[in-house]
């Protein structure tokens, strides 16, 4: 999952000044004649939309452990990876658990700052997790966290602003162009927001034409060939041509905002996002008036969309792992992925749940669950977060016209050769 991306100027300077907050160093913890004591602090990343329900949740483990205490805390995304490396890294603050997007999980692995889950309470009943989703977790052949959620993005769009435009849903860019002209002028909506600001965006563009960031098993660079070029073609094009509008920073807000309120009648989103666009104007009132669509196909006539999600893993320097691995089991199990998806549509990662009526009978289930099962998935490497710095860097070079395209796709394939010394 996505929602937003930092600069790097940001992520450097909270991971030199951030102050870690969360774990007590000096709670008591561990087992007493088999119950369960002390302190687990979690570390939760969701948005504003979702946190009530994910703190509830979180604190429904007190009442079958009456001994431990859930402290729960809510950090920023955008924040979220920095604040950890900082506190892990410097052995003071880090939490119990952490609610780590799953590109995180090989990175903090490979820093030594993940306790491993192979045979602890904190896995149960792997064969449920859907393989996709478990994938995520692993690293050197160890399973760092359990999967939680899973996603992947979608065409979000307003029935009534398409219908009074005259328009169909559109299942290409060329489709969103050529509806653009009308939309505008029987809404006043222009058609299209367009996540400018984070490269999570830009792959839905460039699985569209066919192409990926790298071919990780045979260790090469492909984010700079032609497709990728194209890409961010296709971007500049639809941003130049007014069909979409765009933002340097604070994406996720604006285009939430603008989809909600009906300035934009289009928008790449994630399930993630489904609470938030349904309290606004448009969809507060009449919910069935949100529609959800696959990622329109590119020009070259390629279609997908990123695999993403959520894990929980356990702090590898935690005074409290025994109960550490049982809240992960908790926050992990059936019953919870259940209720997180009848509260905030948000997919399971447990076959057993999609069988479950009420999982059955959600419609953004009903969507979402075929788009993930066709989602591309990214590379499971520890410096895969780090694939998208430069992505951001170059995307704005090339929307804000300091920059041509292939020249974007040239400055992200350098980069990658940089970042990965083995890779051609």
């Not at 065409?155 to 050529?178: E, H, Q, R």
Request: aromatic residues 8%.
């Amino acid at each position: 999952m996505r929602r937003g991306i930092a600069a790097t100027g940001l992520i450097a300077a909270l991971a030199m000044t951030a102050t870690a907050c969360g774990g007590d160093d000096t709670a008591q913890s561990g087992s007493r004649g088999g119950k369960l004591s002390g302190t687990v602090t979690f570390w939760d990343t969701s948005n504003d939309a979702e946190k009530a329900t994910y703190e509830k949740l979180a604190k429904g483990f007190e009442k079958l452990h009456p001994g431990v205490q859930v402290r729960y805390v809510n950090v920023p995304f955008g924040e979220a990876n920095a604040k950890f490396k900082n506190a892990a890294g410097g052995n003071s603050g880090a939490p119990d658990v952490m609610r780590t997007e799953v590109a995180w999980t090989q990175d903090f692995a490979s820093l030594g700052y993940l306790a491993p889950l192979d045979d602890t309470a904190a896995l149960d009943g792997e064969d449920d997790y859907l393989k996709q989703a478990a994938a995520s977790t692993k690293y050197q052949g160890k399973t760092y966290a359990a999967p939680q959620t899973i996603d992947t993005l979608a065409l979000f769009y307003n029935k009534k602003l398409l219908k009074k435009a005259g328009v169909g849903v559109p299942t290409s860019v060329d489709d969103i162009k050529s509806a653009a002209k009308k939309i505008k002028s029987k809404t006043g909506a222009t058609a299209l927001y367009l996540r400018g600001d984070d490269p999570y965006y830009y792959l839905p563009y460039l699985y569209g034409e066919g192409g990926d960031l790298l071919d990780a098993q045979n260790k090469k660079v492909t984010v700079d060939d032609e497709e990728g070029a194209k890409a961010f073609s296709v971007m500049k094009d639809l941003v130049d041509s007014k069909a979409a509008v765009t933002d340097a920073s604070d994406g996720y807000n604006n285009q939430l905002n603008a989809f909600k309120d009906g300035d934009v009648a289009m928008a790449l989103d994630g399930p993630w996002s489904i609470e938030g666009a349904l309290q606004g104007k448009e969809f507060k009132s009449d919910k069935g008036n949100l529609g959800v669509a696959p990622v329109p196909a590119g020009t070259s006539g390629g279609q997908g969309s990123p695999q993403g999600g959520w894990n929980l893993a356990a702090y590898a320097g935690s005074k409290n792992l025994d109960a550490s691995y049982e809240f992960i089991r908790y926050m992990s199990s059936a019953k919870v992925q259940q209720q997180t998806t009848e509260k905030l549509s948000l997919l399971p990662t447990r076959t057993s749940v999609y069988e479950q009526q009420s999982v059955k009978d959600n419609q953004m289930v009903q969507f979402f669950k075929p788009a993930v099962e066709k989602s591309v998935e990214r590379p499971w490497i520890p410096e895969s977060n780090a694939l998208f710095e430069p992505i951001r860097l170059q995307l704005e070079k090339v929307l804000s016209g300091k920059a041509k395209p292939a020249d974007g796709a040239k400055g992200v394939g350098d980069a990658y050769r940089k970042l990965l010394k083995d890779y051609k």
